[in-house]
């Protein structure tokens, strides 16, 4: 497992969709892509404090989570997600890569290859709901982004990990909210 620094990306909010202050993590070769890649990501995140997890691809719409932080680990396949809404980055990803992403960050499935398998798990297990950026639910999302506490620890690292000091003292409303 590489623990090399992960590249860190902040997006800013994009229409009814909030994005974060709180910066986009990508670890590039998080973990090897051999063996069972799926069960070492479920094992990893669940030993670090990320846990309800599950098997699947990612949607193909803008989507984002209020409610909790999400980390996706991709098990194999390659996929590129497009992070913040319409017009936001696309981040090519492969197996072994992993991402966590802030409450409030949209992400969606631009292009997948056939054998894509994707595990996401939640910070502390929270309960997950999924937001599509409509406009005039955005005051309910922006309090409910609020409410969501920073991790205490890295998916992939635990408490040594990059993600409590890069997400620690930044400001958990989303720009613009009050």
């Known amino acids: 497992m590489t623990t090399g620094s992960p590249e860190a990306q902040r997006l800013e909010p994009n229409g009814g969709i ?3 202050r709180l910066p986009l993590l990508v670890y590039r070769e998080a973990l090897p892509p051999a063996g ?3 069960r070492a990501f479920e094992r ?3 030993a670090n404090g990320w846990g309800a997890s599950w098997r699947d691809g990612i949607f193909d719409y ?3 989570h209020s409610t909790a932080h999400e980390v996706l680990g991709v098990a194999a396949g390659r996929v590129s997600v497009q992070f913040g809404g319409e017009g936001g980055p696309v981040v090519a990803l492969e197996a072994g890569d992993a991402v966590a992403i802030p409450a409030g960050v949209a992400h969606r499935n631009r292009g997948q290859s056939d054998d894509l398998v994707v595990v996401g798990a939640y910070d502390r297990s929270r309960d997950w ?3 599509r950026g409509d406009p005039r639910e955005r005051a309910e999302a922006d309090a409910a982004i609020r409410s969501v506490p920073a991790p205490d ?3 992939l690292h635990g408490q040594a990990g990059a ?3 890069l997400w620690a ?3 958990e409303a989303p720009p613009g909210v009050a």
């Open 18 to 20: 909030p994005n974060s």
């Open 36 to 38: 069972d890649v799926a």
């Open 44 to 46: 990893i995140f669940a």
């Open 62 to 64: 803008h989507h984002f």
């Open 129 to 131: 709901d999924v937001r």
């Open 153 to 155: 620890t890295d998916p």
């Open 163 to 165: 993600l409590p000091s």
């Open 169 to 171: 003292g930044v400001p």
